[in-house]
């Protein structure tokens, strides 16, 4: 939320409404303007305590309120509260003028003063408030201009990043090498690796204009993945299922599990006697990806693209947030999924 930058209306804006708001009141009224240190004194106190009072219904209607499709609420809310507080305040203060014979009349609940010297408090808080408001409005919408570019940015970065994966060089000559090496001594295993092989790069030629796709897609996908990291690494690597059924319809961004079972396979020592342990399995309506921490050594390279792209591709979304843990024993992404338009309807219904 974007702080009330209100210093100079503090220190200047209001002794200035304070004394304005005095001298208005006692020309309107007509009642001669007392030579008495306690006016100008009450009125800057009043105006002190309207304006912090008020403040803070801004700042509550914007904790509250914060976004630009909700701007009619809030305004609605600092109206509300602005009338409420700023009338307390201001008859409060006029009484106790009375009391103080600073605005001599027999009748302590004569209608004009009481009555103006609210309608001026509200007034002028509702003009300052519209420009504060205004400058808020602005300062969102170009915060959200700006997320919106960056979202665009990461959207193009993340179908280049699939375009890379799919002719990444290093990436073909590993199944290509693992291939050959089948073909000489397992024909049959060969001709499955041949398959899964076709069907990970037929899935990732397919991905570029997608934002979702269903749940059991995406294990299809990973399933025929991991049957080539399963063919190279051996006993160094294994993956554990357990996806409720109920969950396969539901919604994922395309490639999201190849991205984190990378990330895995990146910074993880994978070996016979270390084996790498991937699981992945449903909780709570979110799909979890988790797998046992034993870091390289050497640091590997790397810029956090993987996993910003799937958080900022929730964001372009407008979905609930990726959740990233990580202990002393297990590194664990928790992706929402997303319900089925169809399923939406069905429960609203």
């Given amino acids: ?42 009125f800057l106190l009043g105006s002190v305590l309207v304006w912090e009072c008020n403040r803070w219904g801004i700042i509550y209607s914007r904790r509250r309120y914060p976004e630009l499709a909700q701007t009619l609420r809030r305004v609605l809310y600092q109206l509300i509260w602005f009338i409420t507080f700023s009338s307390l305040i201001r008859i409060a203060q006029t009484f106790i ?31 300052i408030a519209a420009v504060f408001e205004g400058i808020y409005l602005y300062r969102r919408w170009k915060m959200s201009f700006i997320e919106t570019e960056q979202l665009k940015k990461v959207n193009l970065q993340t179908q280049l990043d699939s375009l890379k994966t799919q002719i990444n060089p290093h990436f073909l000559f590993n199944n290509l090498n693992s291939l050959s090496s089948l073909i000489t001594s397992d024909a049959h295993q060969a001709e499955n690796f041949l398959d899964e092989l076709s069907s990970v790069y037929r899935y990732l030629l397919q991905q570029n204009n997608r934002d979702l796709c269903p749940l059991s897609e995406e294990i299809n996908f990973i399933n025929a993945y991991f049957h080539l990291l399963k063919t190279r690494y051996g006993d160094a ?113």
């Fill in 97 to 127: 003028y009375h009391q103080l014979d600073l605005f001599p009349t027999e009748d302590y609940f004569l209608f004009k003063p009481y009555f103006f010297n609210t309608l001026v408090s509200v007034v002028n808080t509702v003009q």
């Fill in 1 to 42: 939320m974007q702080q009330l930058n209100d210093k100079w209306m503090r220190i200047v804006g209001v002794p200035l409404l304070a004394l304005t708001g005095q001298w208005i009141m006692y020309g309107y009224t007509n009642v001669p303007y007392p030579d008495d240190w306690r006016v100008p004194f009450f």
């Fill in 237 to 349: 690597i294994f993956m554990e299922t357990d996806v409720e059924p109920r969950y396969l319809s539901f919604l994922i961004p395309p490639l999201t599990l190849q991205i984190l079972f990378e990330n895995a396979i990146k910074h993880n020592v994978i070996s016979v006697n270390r084996p790498l342990i991937i699981k992945l399995y449903t909780l709570n309506g979110a799909l979890h990806v988790e797998n046992n921490l034993q870091k390289k050594k050497s640091a590997v390279a790397s810029n956090g693209i993987g996993l910003q792209n799937i958080l900022m591709k929730y964001k372009l979304l407008d979905h609930s947030t990726v959740e990233v843990r990580e202990n002393s024993d297990c590194f664990l992404v928790t992706v929402p999924l997303i319900t089925p338009v169809a399923e939406t309807v069905l429960v609203s219904s």
